[in-house]
C-alpha cells in the first residue's frame, strides 16, 4: 500500500496522452463501421421529413431552414434525391421551420417544440405559386410519433421541473416518478447501479452507490428539461441496462429571464415528538432554507451569437437529531452489579467486598479486593447521568437521550455560455461546482451531557463540460464534447488517540502516544455502554475519496440516401484514490484497548460469577441467560483488556510508515 495524502483541496493531475486522445477521438469514429440508426443523442434531438408537391410528388433541391426562435440560430439543409431533410443534431428548443423552393410557395412550420433525444417527422407539402407567397404549415399529432426509435420514456420541460414534488429539489428524484421505476430508482428489473445520468452529453452516474447518485448537483431550477428512458435505448446510451437519464441544463437566448427563489421549512409549525416529550427533551431544531437566483440571457455586443446563463443556490440547514447512548446506573458507577435471581429479586454485588461468587456462592467476586478500576470511574465520571430509564436493562445501564446540532450548509455556482460561431457551428461551455460540509450523529461526545458531533463530512463537486456541434458537410454532422467530473468525499472523525488525549484519563498516556479506550459491545437488548467520545471502528474510522473522470466524445451522423447512420466514439480516463486509517474490521491507524470478555482473550473464570441459578439454588443465583452480561460488565468494571490494537501500514517498498498513516488505493483505468 502507498504512502500518499490528497487534500480535498488538491488539484487533478492532467493524465497523461490526454491532448493525444483528443485526437483519437476524432479520428476513431471515421475509420469505424457505420451502423444503421437514427441519429439523436444524449443532448439533441432530430427534425426530418419529406417535402412533395399537392399530388403528392417528391421535391428534391428543396431548401429547408430551422430557425431557433430563442438564439436566433439557423441551420440549412436541401432535400435529396428523395424529397428527404434531415437536421440530426438540433439542441432542445422552440423552432421555426421555412421551406423554399422556385414555382413555389414558402411553406412555414411556426413553431415546433424540440425535446432531447427525441425525434420529429414533419413533412411539408408546398403549394404551385410564387415564392414571395406564404403558406403557414401546421405539425400534425404525428410528429411527435416516434418512427425512428423505439425507446420508451417520457420528458420533463423545465417549466414544469419546479412544481414537482421534489424533497430535495434536485431533478435526480423524479426518476422514481416514471413508469417501470422503484422508490429506490431501480429501473426496469435493473440492478440499482444499472442507470446512467447524462448532464449535457457528459456522464455523471455515480456508479459507487448506483439509484439517484449522481457526481453533479441538480437543481430543477436549473434544468431545461428531463428524459428518463427506461426500455430499449438507442447506442448512444449502451452504458447500462436500467433507466437513460437526458439532462439538459438552461440556457440563455435573446431576451433576459431570470428568477429568485426560496423554500422553507420550519420546527414551529411542526409538534415535538412523543419520546422527547415523555422525557422532557425540546423539540430538535429544523428551519432548512434553499435559496438561489438564475439569469439568462444574450452578451449584448454579440446578440444572436453568444449568451449566458447563470444559477447559484444556496442551503442553510441548522438541523438537529434526537440521539440515544446508555450509559452506567449510579450503582454500577459505584463498582455495583445488580441482577435478579431466579426468584425476581435484585441482588447487588459490591465487586470490592462481595462474597457472594463462587460455584458455592460464598467466594470474593474480585479476589484482589480492588473492585472498580479507578481508569474506569474516571472514565465514567465524564458520562452524564441517565434520563430515559425505560432504555438500558434497568440495572446497570440507563438510556441517555439529547439531541446533537447536525447542520448541513452548502453552495451551488453554476456557469454556461453558448455560441453561435457560424451558421454551421455551435459551441458551449459550462463550469459547474459545489461545495458542502455537514456534521453527522455516528461520532459523539456527550461528556457531561452536552451532545456534540465530532465528525463531519466534505463534499466537493467540479464539473467542465465543453461542446462544439455542427456540420462538416452538408451531410455530414458531428458533436464532440469533452467533460471533467471531480467528486471529493470525505469522512473526518476525531480520531480515536485525539479522543483520548482530550479526556486525559488517568494511565491511558503511554510512551506510545494516547490510548483509546472501548468498551465493547453489551449485545441484544442491554445495547452498548458509551464512551465519553465514541471510539469504535465503525464510528471513528476515516476515509477520503477523490474520483476523477475525463470524457472524450464524438458522435458523427451521415446522410446519405434515404438512410443516416450514426457512430462515434466515447473514451473515459478515470483516475481513482481512495484513503482510509481502518481496514473495515479490526484495528485502526490509533492505539485503542478493548475493554470486553467476548473477543477470546479474557475468559471470566467461574470463580469470580455467583452460581447459576437451577432447579435447588434460586436465590442469590445468576441466570443462564445473564452470563455474557455479567462477564461483560464485569470486565468493563474492573478494567480488564482483551486487547490493544492499531493498524500497520506499509509503503509500496514494503517500508513501515508510523502509526497513524492512510492505507492508500490509487488507480486509474480506460473505459
Known amino acids: 500500500m502507498g504512502n500518499r495524502k490528497t487534500p480535498l483541496s488538491k488539484e487533478p493531475s492532467r493524465p497523461s496522452g490526454a491532448w493525444r486522445m ?5 479520428l476513431v469514429p471515421l475509420v469505424l463501421l457505420p451502423v444503421a440508426v437514427w441519429s439523436q443523442t444524449a443532448t439533441t434531438a432530430t427534425v426530418l421529413g419529406t417535402v412533395t408537391d399537392p399530388q403528392g410528388a417528391i421535391i428534391p433541391g428543396a431548401e429547408v431552414e430551422l430557425v431557433n426562435i430563442a438564439t436566433n440560430e439557423r441551420m440549412k439543409r436541401t432535400t435529396n434525391e428523395a424529397g428527404q431533410y434531415v437536421f440530426p443534431t438540433v439542441s432542445p428548443g422552440v423552432y421555426r421551420i421555412t421551406v423554399t423552393m422556385q414555382g413555389f410557395r414558402q411553406g412555414i412550420v411556426p413553431s415546433l417544440k424540440v425535446d432531447v433525444a427525441k425525434s420529429y417527422t414533419v413533412d411539408v407539402t408546398l403549394e404551385v405559386g410564387e415564392m414571395v407567397e406564404t403558406v403557414e404549415v401546421t405539425a400534425t399529432v404525428g410528429a411527435e410519433l416516434q418512427k425512428t426509435d423505439s425507446t420508451v420514456g417520457n420528458v420533463i420541460s423545465g417549466r414544469q421541473l419546479p412544481y414537482l414534488p421534489t424533497v430535495t429539489r434536485q431533478a435526480n428524484e423524479l426518476l422514481t416518478l416514471q413508469p417501470m421505476a422503484t422508490p429506490t430508482g431501480e429501473v426496469a428489473g435493473s440492478r440499482l447501479d444499472q442507470s446512467t445520468f447524462s448532464l449535457d452529453g457528459i456522464d ?24 428518463v428512458a427506461v426500455a430499449n435505448p438507442n447506442a448512444t446510451f449502451g452504458r447500462g441496462a436500467g433507466g437513460q437519464v437526458s439532462i439538459i441544463s438552461r440556457r440563455g437566448s435573446n431576451e433576459f429571464h431570470g428568477a429568485a427563489y426560496w423554500y422553507h421549512q420550519n420546527d414551529n409549525l411542526n409538534a415535538n415528538s412523543w419520546t422527547n416529550n415523555r422525557t422532557r427533551i425540546r423539540e430538535a431544531e429544523e428551519k432548512d432554507h434553499r435559496f438561489g437566483f438564475n439569469l439568462g440571457g444574450p452578451i449584448l455586443p454579440w446578440r444572436n451569437k453568444l449568451f449566458f446563463f447563470l444559477n447559484y443556490e444556496g442551503r ?83 438510556g441517555f437521550r439529547g439531541n446533537v446540532s447536525t447542520p448541513l450548509n452548502n453552495n451551488y455556482y453554476n456557469a454556461r455560455f453558448d455560441y453561435n460561431l457560424s451558421s454551421r457551428w455551435r459551441l458551449d461551455v459550462a463550469f459547474r461546482y459545489l461545495g458542502q460540509i455537514q456534521s453527522g450523529s455516528t461520532l459523539l461526545s456527550i461528556i457531561g451531557g452536552d451532545v456534540q458531533s465530532r465528525e463531519q463530512f466534505p463534499l466537493r463537486q467540479n464539473m467542465l463540460n465543453i461542446g462544439l456541434t455542427g456540420s462538416i458537410t452538408s451531410n455530414f454532422t458531428g458533436e464532440f464534447r469533452f467533460g471533467w467530473v471531480r467528486n471529493r468525499t470525505a469522512t473526518d472523525r476525531l480520531r480515536p488517540n485525539a479522543s483520548a488525549a482530550l479526556l486525559n484519563i488517568p494511565g491511558t498516556n503511554t510512551s506510545a502516544g494516547h490510548i483509546a479506550l472501548d468498551l465493547g459491545a453489551l449485545g441484544g437488548t442491554q445495547s452498548l455502554l458509551s464512551e465519553p467520545i465514541d471510539v469504535g471502528t465503525q464510528v471513528a474510522r476515516k476515509q477520503i475519496t477523490d474520483a476523477r473522470n475525463f470524457q472524450w ?20 480516463y478515470l483516475p481513482f484514490l481512495h484513503l482510509r486509517d ?36 434460586t436465590r442469590n443465583c445468576l441466570s443462564s441467560a445473564d452470563v455474557r452480561q455479567w462477564n461483560r460488565l464485569y470486565a468493563s468494571a474492573l478494567g480488564l483488556i482483551d486487547n490493544v490494537s492499531v493498524m500497520a501500514v506499509w509503503d509500496g517498498n514494503f517500508k513501515p510508515l508510523p502509526f497513524g498513516e492512510l492505507l492508500a488505493a490509487d488507480t486509474t483505468s480506460w473505459s
Open 316 to 398: 442553510r440547514f441548522p438541523r438537529s437529531e434526537s440521539v440515544l447512548r446508555f450509559v452506567p446506573t449510579d450503582t454500577l458507577r459505584r463498582g455495583i452489579l445488580r441482577f435478579r435471581d431466579a426468584s425476581g429479586n435484585i441482588v447487588s454485588y459490591d465487586l470490592a467486598r462481595s462474597t457472594l461468587c463462587g460455584p458455592t456462592g460464598d467466594q470474593p467476586c474480585d479476589p484482589r479486593g480492588i473492585g472498580l478500576s479507578p481508569t474506569i470511574s474516571a472514565l465514567w465520571s465524564k458520562l452524564p447521568a441517565g434520563n430515559d430509564p425505560s432504555q438500558g436493562d434497568g440495572l446497570n445501564t440507563i
Open 22 to 26: 483528443t485526437l483519437l477521438v476524432i
Open 553 to 572: 466524445n464524438a458522435d458523427m451522423n451521415w446522410l446519405r440516401g434515404r438512410h443516416t447512420f450514426q457512430f462515434g466514439t466515447h473514451v473515459r
Open 582 to 617: 481502518d481496514k473495515v474490521l479490526g484495528a485502526l491507524g490509533a492505539l485503542v484497548a478493548q475493554i470486553d470478555s467476548d473477543l477470546g482473550a479474557v475468559t471470566i473464570p467461574g470463580a469470580v460469577r455467583p452460581p447459576t441459578c437451577s432447579a435447588t439454588i
Open 204 to 227: 455523471v452516474t455515480n456508479q459507487s452507490i448506483g439509484g439517484l447518485g449522481t457526481y453533479a448537483q441538480l437543481p430543477v431550477d436549473g434544468i431545461e428539461e428531463f428524459r
